[in-house]
């Protein structure tokens, strides 16, 4: 089960400021998924099961603050849970564009510094929300790195099968399928969406992307419920866009929720 994500977890969050003698900054961004918490999705454990030491590895100092010298690395919280406690409804819309302005509010006085966006899961679609409404931001994004996003949407994880997982666990009126919809393989608007950001990438700014896909399964079941339902959630054909000179796949040793 999530922790309850309060206010303070909300927003866009400095987590590292860039070197003050740094001559060229970039922001790094990363964006979380559905049914997480803004912090946790970032955590790792370095120690072992029986000594456990789980670090943040976007701002501590020996992993992405090591190899991003200039970067100002922020991450952006949203409420996403959709079943139990403290559930919202939410779309991908609505939290693009909350996350559009509160970016354009940080780098107002620096509206052209290259950014990149690091995203997971649902956060890579919210990642791809963006138009000529925000030609800075398009215009300055140099990098997008997608780790299990489900572009063509969950062809592991039927969305039903969540659903009834979470109504045997909880109430009707504490479970919001509607985020899930977007999640569906075939969903319209989320293949608009898709869509519309290829349409970008011929546009002259060609941003890098690196698209990560899972090699693990995943227990979707206990996330919601206690009954074990073992799926590859985002499959290579799912978590990759079509590849070109700008577009690569990897593969990730790790589940969509570890």
């Not at 309850?4 to 977890?9: L, S």
């Not at 120690?47 to 670090?55: A, I, K, M, N, Y």
């Not at 509206?111 to 890579?124: E, S």
């Amino acid at each position: 089960m999530v922790r309850p994500v309060t206010n303070d977890n909300i927003g866009l969050k400095v987590l590292r400021k860039a070197p003050a003698e740094t001559a060229q900054v970039i922001d790094i961004v990363a964006i979380h998924g559905i049914g997480a918490h803004p912090y946790d999705t970032w955590y790792m454990n370095v120690g072992t099961g029986e000594s456990p030491r789980w670090v943040n590895w976007l701002e501590e100092g020996d992993m992405l603050p090591a190899v991003a010298l200039n970067a100002r690395i922020m991450r952006y919280g949203y409420q996403s849970q959709w079943f139990g406690e403290g559930v919202v409804r939410q779309n991908a819309l609505t939290v693009a564009r909350r996350l559009l302005l509160a970016l354009g509010r940080e780098r107002k006085d620096n509206i052209l510094r290259p950014l990149l966006f690091i995203a997971h899961f649902f956060g890579g679609l919210i990642g791809l929300k963006y138009d000529s409404e925000w030609p800075g931001m398009f215009i300055s994004t140099t990098g997008l790195v997608f780790f299990g996003t489900p572009f063509r949407g969950a062809e592991g994880m039927s969305q039903m099968e969540m659903l009834e997982a979470a109504r045997r666990e909880y109430d009707m009126n504490e479970v919001q399928p509607e985020v899930l919809k977007i999640l569906q393989p075939g969903n319209e608007f989320l293949q608009e969406v898709v869509d519309q950001f290829l349409r970008t990438r011929r546009q002259p700014n060609e941003t890098q992307v690196a698209c990560f896909y899972e090699l693990k399964s995943s227990n979707i079941g206990k996330i919601v419920g206690r009954q074990d339902r073992i799926r590859f959630v985002v499959t290579e054909h799912s978590g990759c866009l079509d590849l070109s000179s700008a577009i690569r796949k990897f593969l990730s040793h790790r589940t969509t929720f570890t």
